[in-house]
């Protein structure tokens, strides 16, 4: 896939441009749908299968909160290489971008710029300064400037011929501890990126488990609580189970993300790793004593172990 993260840098239009736009978060079924009907359109027009999207998030670029981010930038680039398509524009989102009108976004950027041919879009799509265009704006243009829209239809939860799947759901379903059942939405498990830093170094010398912690920056936290989890490392993948809270046992309430890694013995400090969030075990809790609270991991381990290994984990 050839990744652009420029208009300017595309020097001449894509042989039959099939387009399709969004901000993608998350890359669930959903998108991996649409992908997939582009792909198969850009095939029997013998041409380019092209995805747009934007960083930062476009609310966020305009100085209003934007959601918690189900994939950042680095993961959402990765799953949309995996569905197969030719080309990802990753544009950057200022407000010069937001003031582009509808009209001059589709005549000058994506049929004179990229050379679409076809634009493959939801129902409730809307684009341009003031969300202006639209897709009865797109068809009213359709002759003029040589292309075709085609509206895909919503994709539902295969538990649910009525519950639609969407980023939103998506969201509140991790945020309320459920990452088990994000699987049916995202075709993977939910997962936290990022780099091992210090802890306060008293997972192993006081509990007798030492963890890899690990910092968010903007994507979304799962509910406070223990989880059944599957690490990647650079030393191989490894179950575990990770803490996800302010260990309130020990009283100091900051806010941390402690992975046990089981029968891991490596040093990855300062690497990166990526957590697949298999299944909560547990709320957080306050313990009597470390003991206890030691006692209780062990038989989180032990939940974990069976958890994973009906997952599939080797």
């Given amino acids: 896939m050839e990744l652009i993260e420029n208009i300017k840098q595309i020097k001449r239009p894509f042989k ?7 901000n993608f978060d998350g890359v669930h079924k ?4 649409l992908f997939g009907q582009v792909m198969e359109k850009a095939r029997q027009i013998n041409g380019t299968s092209v995805a747009m999207t934007f960083d930062p998030h476009p609310l966020k670029a305009l100085g209003i909160k934007g959601p918690s981010l189900i994939t950042r930038r680095d993961q959402k680039v990765e799953l949309i290489e995996q569905c197969g398509l030719d080309v990802l524009l990753c544009i950057p989102f200022d407000k010069a971008f937001a003031a582009i009108t509808a009209h001059d976004f589709i005549e000058k950027i994506l049929v004179n710029k990229i050379g679409m041919k076809a634009i493959i879009i939801g129902e409730d799509y809307s684009f341009g300064k003031g969300r202006q265009g639209n897709i009865e704006f797109l068809k009213k243009e359709e002759d003029r400037l040589g292309f075709k829209t085609i509206v895909a239809p919503w994709i539902n939860n295969t538990d649910s011929d009525h519950e639609r799947i969407s980023s939103t759901i998506i969201r509140k379903i991790v945020m309320d501890g459920k990452v088990d059942q994000a699987m049916k939405y995202l075709g993977r498990h939910y997962q936290i990126r990022g780099k091992v830093i210090k802890g306060r170094k008293r997972g192993g ?6 963890t890899a912690n690990i910092k968010l920056h903007d994507e979304l936290c799962p509910k406070l609580g223990v989880y059944a989890v599957n690490v990647e490392t650079s030393k ?3 179950w575990g189970v990770a803490n996800i809270g302010f260990s309130p046992t020990f009283g100091d309430q900051m806010f941390t993300i402690e992975v046990h890694i089981l029968d891991f ?3 990855i400090y300062n690497t990166r790793i990526r957590v697949n969030m298999v299944k909560k075990l547990r709320d957080e809790k306050k313990f009597s004593c470390i003991q206890e609270l030691s006692k209780q991991i062990e038989e989180d381990i032990k939940i974990a ?3 994973l290994e009906k997952n599939g984990y080797s």
């Fill in 16 to 22: 039959n441009a099939v387009i399709t736009i969004g």
């Fill in 30 to 33: 959903g998108h991996q749908s």
């Fill in 205 to 210: 010398s006081q509990l007798g488990f030492p």
């Fill in 236 to 238: 191989g993948n490894f």
């Fill in 265 to 267: 013995s490596h040093d």
């Fill in 305 to 307: 172990k069976d958890i």
